[in-house]
Nanobody
Framework: VQLQASGGGLVQAGGSLRLSCEAS????????TSWFRQAPGKELEFVAS????????YYTDSVKGRFTISRDSAKNTVYLQMNSLRPEDTAVYYC???????????????????WGQGTEVTVSS
């Protein structure tokens, strides 16, 4: 299974970007696909998660109301729509997927076996 993240770029504060995470290769029955981010000099941080069964979503508090995670199952793609971007959203964004993650550990990077290569988002003030 390979995950390909794309859609990053440079945007002014208040602007929008949509990130994509496309899965390819042998189907592995993903339970969740999530986005994490790592800002310069900081630890990897959970951002949002999409549960394939039931379509439930979960967000870290700092992005609630601004970011939306969704999927297109026909395209094996999960999106992260990011609106009202702030300079503190600047980071490399990674998508991750897992067939074993549970609701209790969905924000833990160790719960995910498959990772995309990262796409850089820069928000200027």
């Amino acid at each position: 299974v390979q995950l390909q993240a794309s859609g990053g770029g440079l945007v002014q504060a208040g602007g929008s970007l949509r990130l994509s995470c496309e899965a390819s290769g042998r189907p592995f029955g993903a339970r969740r696909t999530s986005w994490f981010r790592q800002a310069p000099g900081k630890e990897l941080e959970f951002v949002a998660s999409f549960k394939w069964s039931g379509r439930s979503t979960y967000y870290t508090d700092s992005v609630k109301g601004r970011f939306t995670i969704s999927r297109d199952s026909a395209k094996n793609t999960v999106y992260l729509q990011m609106n009202s971007l702030r300079p503190e959203d600047t980071a490399v964004y990674y998508c991750a997927a897992s067939s074993t993650v549970t609701d209790s550990n969905l924000a833990s990077q160790t719960a995910y076996a498959y990772w995309g290569q990262g796409t850089e988002v820069t928000v200027s003030s």
